[in-house]
């Protein structure tokens, strides 16, 4: 017998002591489908270039022949994205709580479009961190996107709906390198095609304009099927009705629901979960630094020596594995363990992650079967699924940590940038210690292994002190900050 079934033997007071299992909220898939087409882009345009861009960084000369050092100034231009957006990302977010969100994700996605075509067209360094310098500078569309997923939900369905973030993210990450790795240098693949000189003069614009193509169809998509969440102000009632969920309106006191200033932001409250995010995205970046620059990279180099299509084939078919995992399964584990324990196992999977790496480039080397290799990236990779559900689970760590929900974007911005400055320093630290670690063969060319196993104990121990219950969401209850 369970509690929910009649019993005329059991006290209607035990019954009553029971909370009822809350209603999930249904998800208001319209709006939701529109900002995830908006998401698409991001990886798009990050991730595209990664099958070519260690080839691409030799063949502009700028190593002088010196393979060792190509490490480097990947990193470099891998980084420039995440600095100029760390620089932005904030005022991008603020200015979305006043002027709302669609004019500014419009404005991401221009960007996006513009700054990939300019790095396809690109034929030296300078031009490549221009490009990619103008790609951060305006785009501040994942924390505008995220806050704009907190209004369409509740704590009842939050689960699900920031589910879909990583679910699409993957779709974009499934997409991006099979258009950079499939594409790049169409005159060899597509020879009766591609005849023309201009394809060999560049080489990588073909990618590059297709991923733009995608971005502006997305950028018309917002434009017309977008509705925004609007706030007004009624004077008798002195109180704000915000059409948050498109689908009831709800009132809220005047004081309690105006947006916070930033400094109303720095409460443990709000930055415990933003440097889990930090910590998380760091390890993150750098593994997503590494997995090309190590398929690339000879055997003597400490890599697999794999060629740009078949890196852009792996890292597709991982990221659709991603995809299918997240949407079918993260909402009812995250339901039956809590967000906590999800986030924290996510973290401890970076361990062997990072060890395997060394681990394939040592069969490799010995001459082991190629299957032998490929087992132990396809178990990697598979460790990386379950790891990515820490996404989620700190998503809405920080969704429910908001003031309220006009300050919504200002804390998602708060916690962009810093992850932005992370992000930043992740590639070019990662690539650098791998350059150097083979260059010098310093710890048998595993230092950067090492460093990021060590990186991953201190991110443990900082999600260790998050609530065991995800904290009560105040986006609903406006319940003021307090020590």
Same mark, same amino acid.
């Given at each position: 017998?369970?509690?929910?079934?009649?019993?005329?033997?059991?006290?209607?007071?035990?019954?009553?002591?029971?909370?009822?299992?809350?209603? !999930?909220?249904?998800?208001?898939?319209?709006?939701?489908?529109?900002?995830?087409?908006?998401?698409?882009? !991001?990886?798009? =345009? +990050?991730?595209?270039? *990664?099958?070519?861009?260690?080839?691409?960084?030799?063949?502009?000369?700028?190593?002088?022949?010196?393979?060792k050092k190509v490490g480097y100034y990947a990193g470099i231009i891998?980084?420039?994205?995440?600095?100029?957006? =760390?620089?932005?990302?904030?005022?991008?977010?603020?200015?979305?709580?006043?002027?709302?969100?669609?004019?500014?994700?419009?404005?991401?996605?221009?960007?996006?479009?513009?700054?990939?075509?300019?790095?396809?067209?690109? %034929?030296?360094?300078?031009?490549?961190?221009?490009?990619?310098?103008?790609?951060?500078?305006?785009?501040?569309?994942?924390?505008?996107?995220?806050?704009?997923?907190?209004?369409?939900?509740?704590?009842?369905?939050?689960?699900?709906?920031?589910?879909?973030?990583?679910?699409?993210?993957?779709?974009?990450?499934?997409? =991006?390198?099979?258009?950079?790795?499939?594409?790049?240098?169409?005159?060899?693949?597509?020879?009766?095609?591609?005849?023309?000189?201009?394809?060999?003069?560049?080489?990588?614009?073909?990618?590059?304009?297709?991923?733009?193509?995608?971005?502006?169809?997305?950028?018309?998509?917002?434009?017309?099927?977008?509705?925004?969440?609007?706030?007004?102000?009624?004077?008798?009632?002195?109180?704000?009705?915000?059409?948050?969920?498109?689908? $009831?309106?709800?009132?809220?006191?005047?004081?309690?629901? $105006?947006?916070?200033?930033?400094?109303?932001?720095?409460?443990?409250?709000?930055?415990?979960?933003?440097?889990?995010?930090?910590?998380?995205?760091?390890?993150?970046?750098?593994?997503? $630094?590494?997995?090309?620059?190590? *398929?690339?990279?000879?055997? !003597?180099?400490?890599?697999?020596?794999?060629?740009?299509?078949?890196?852009?084939?792996?890292?597709?078919?991982?990221?659709?594995?991603?995809?299918?995992?997240?949407?079918?399964?993260?909402?009812?584990?995250?339901?039956?363990?809590?967000?906590?324990?999800?986030?924290?196992?996510?973290?401890?999977?970076?361990?062997?992650?990072?060890?395997?790496?060394?681990?394939?480039?040592?069969?490799? %080397? +010995?001459?082991?079967?190629?299957?032998?290799?490929?087992?132990?990236?396809?178990?990697?990779?598979?460790?990386?699924?379950?790891?990515?559900?820490?996404?989620?689970?700190?998503?809405?760590?920080?969704?429910?940590?908001?003031?309220?929900?006009?300050?919504?974007? $200002?804390?998602?911005?708060?916690?962009?940038?810093?992850?932005?400055?992370? %992000?930043?320093?992740?590639? =070019?630290?990662?690539?650098?210690?791998?350059?150097?670690?083979?260059?010098?063969?310093?710890?048998?060319?595993?230092?950067? *292994?090492?460093?990021?196993?060590?990186?991953?104990?201190?991110?443990?121990?900082?999600?260790?002190?998050?609530?065991?219950?995800?904290?009560?969401?105040?986006?609903?209850?406006?319940?003021?900050?307090?020590?």
């Amino acid at each position: 017998m369970t509690y929910y079934e009649s019993d005329e033997e059991t006290p209607l007071l035990i019954k009553q002591d029971i909370p009822p299992r809350p209603i !999930e909220t249904p998800l208001q898939w319209g709006q939701l489908l529109v900002l995830l087409v908006t998401l698409i882009c !991001e990886p798009l =345009a +990050s991730q595209s270039i *990664y099958p070519f861009i260690t080839q691409l960084i030799s063949e502009l000369d700028i190593t002088g022949g010196d393979e060792k050092k190509v490490g480097y100034y990947a990193g470099i231009i891998e980084s420039l994205f995440f600095a100029t957006q =760390a620089c932005t990302v904030l005022q991008w977010s603020r200015l979305s709580d006043r002027i709302g969100r669609k004019p500014v994700l419009l404005t991401g996605l221009f960007g996006l479009c513009l700054s990939v075509v300019c790095f396809g067209l690109s %034929r030296s360094f300078w031009s490549l961190v221009i490009s990619r310098c103008i790609c951060g500078m305006l785009n501040g569309n994942i924390g505008v996107m995220k806050s704009a997923v907190g209004e369409l939900t509740d704590s009842t369905n939050r689960a699900r709906g920031f589910s879909l973030i990583p679910i699409v993210w993957s779709v974009g990450s499934t997409i =991006a390198p099979i258009i950079g790795g499939s594409l790049a240098k169409p005159y060899e693949h597509f020879p009766e095609t591609f005849k023309s000189p201009f394809w060999r003069e560049f080489p990588y614009l073909l990618p590059c304009a297709v991923a733009a193509s995608i971005m502006l169809v997305c950028f018309f998509f917002c434009l017309v099927f977008l509705k925004e969440a609007s706030f007004t102000f009624t004077a008798s009632e002195g109180r704000i009705l915000t059409n948050c969920r498109l689908s $009831a309106t709800i009132h809220l006191p005047l004081d309690k629901d $105006a947006p916070v200033p930033i400094k109303g932001l720095l409460h443990s409250r709000v930055l415990l979960p933003i440097f889990n995010y930090v910590v998380l995205a760091f390890l993150e970046i750098a593994l997503l $630094a590494l997995q090309p620059l190590f *398929y690339s990279m000879p055997f !003597e180099l400490g890599g697999l020596a794999l060629r740009p299509r078949t890196i852009g084939y792996v890292l597709g078919a991982f990221g659709a594995t991603n995809g299918i995992f997240q949407f079918f399964l993260f909402p009812s584990i995250v339901g039956r363990f809590t967000p906590k324990p999800v986030f924290i196992a996510g973290i401890v999977l970076f361990i062997p992650i990072f060890c395997l790496f060394p681990v394939m480039n040592t069969l490799a %080397r +010995s001459g082991a079967p190629a299957i032998y290799v490929w087992i132990v990236l396809i178990i990697q990779l598979g460790m990386c699924v379950v790891m990515d559900m820490s996404y989620s689970c700190i998503f809405m760590f920080i969704t429910a940590a908001a003031p309220n929900r006009r300050s919504l974007g $200002a804390t998602n911005g708060l916690s962009q940038t810093t992850v932005s400055v992370a %992000r930043a320093i992740g590639p =070019a630290m990662t690539t650098s210690l791998y350059s150097f670690s083979v260059q010098y063969h310093f710890l048998g060319g595993k230092l950067v *292994y090492v460093i990021l196993m060590v990186l991953t104990l201190f991110a443990l121990a900082l999600a260790k002190k998050l609530p065991e219950d995800g904290w009560k969401d105040r986006c609903e209850t406006l319940e003021p900050l307090s020590d």
